[in-house]
């Protein structure tokens, strides 16, 4: 494929858009819904808990749509189509009279958020199997440098954007957003080559598009499934830092959104770092197995020290060794799209999606609730970092859960070599 460069080009740089338009709100939203609602922290971190799981329903009840339609009509349209609605929400966020208004846009961004089933398939699409690990990373390296830009776009127009245009700093990042979306809509319009051949292609169903039952459908291999349920307790725990981090740190360190800007910026930097060059090269040095386990130790250290930081400054050490745990994603996803037939990678990474959106609507409300009750006044003894220290636990019972399931993949493998009953 001659444009195949191009083309990766681009779905890396819609990927990074997701991300970047999740990270460029992490710092306004907060002080947005507290113009709005006014309250104190608990009742501003439970709003900003039912906005937030707003977006990931809708990504959990669109994914496996998305998906399925890519399979039956290409990823093409399904991503230029979703880039689109993505760049009008942002512009209808930017002026956004009341809470209401927030909601509404918060379904529509979570509906064109769905487009990452399309993308993921997209890559599996046109990368051999043996390099999907490295292509996966990809994913993992737009959503760092998602994380860098974003937040510093969000913490920086915030602070100084009134001084140059005559808008509220809070609302300004949305109309940036809007721009850059609907620019790389345009982009891709001529140079984004569809990857998926005719002859792969299926009809649409409603049942591979329906959301439980296109993650029933998972069934259909049984290491799949397993590693559907580490993919579901890797985002449940993520999703701890678009909940909480702002409110976190601003509680417990005094960072204000300038703060929050330079820490994710960081963040997003370590993971570009890992997921660009290091994790394709980690996993093909250790394996594919090996790399998942040792991703989640780190990421269980990680969590158990963002809860314990006593300060600012150990936080950054912290991030360093969080990054490193970037290595279990693509070592997962490359595992799962190497099971699955080429028909099938739209389906299968939609009903993941789908497992993601449903840890994202739990982890929302968990986390900020959690918070919530933790800082609430009544507390005589505030726990901020005690959803860290869960988090860490939970992070642990994935590593258990993918060893389990890779010992049974092993134990498959051996009885297909030996011509047995599996």
Known sequence: MSQRQPAIVFIFITLFLDIFGIGLIIPVLPGLVGEMVGGDEATKSHMVGWLMALYALMQFLFSPVLGSLSDRYGRRPVILLSLLGSGLDYLLLAWAPNLWWLFIGRIVAGITAANFSAASAYIADITPPEKRAHGFGLIGAAFGIGFVTGPVVGGLASKYGPMFV???????????????????????????????????????????????????????????????????????????????????????????????????????????????GLAGRIIARIGERRGLLLGFALMTFAMVGYGLAPNGTVIYVVMFIGALSGIAGPAAQSIITKKVGPSEQGEVQGALNSVASMASIVGFILWTWMFAYSVAPERTFPMPGISFLVAGFLTFCAMLLGRWALVGEKEIERLEREGGEV
């Not at 678009?242 to 960081?266: N, Q």
Request: aromatic share 12%.
């Open 166 to 276: 005559e808008m509220d700093g809070l609302r300004l990042p949305f109309v940036l957003a809007a721009i850059v979306t609907l620019l790389n809509c345009i982009y891709g319009v001529f140079v984004l080559p569809e990857s998926l051949a005719k002859e792969n292609r299926k009809p649409f169903h409603w049942e591979s598009a329906h959301p439980i039952k296109s993650i029933k459908s998972l069934s259909r291999w049984p290491v799949v499934l397993s590693l559907s349920g580490v993919h579901f307790l890797m985002n449940l725990t993520h999703n701890i830092y678009p909940s909480l981090w702002v409110m976190y740190t601003a509680k417990r360190y005094g960072w204000d959104e300038l703060d929050v800007a330079i820490s994710l910026s960081f963040v997003g930097i370590m993971a570009a770092i890992v997921q660009a």
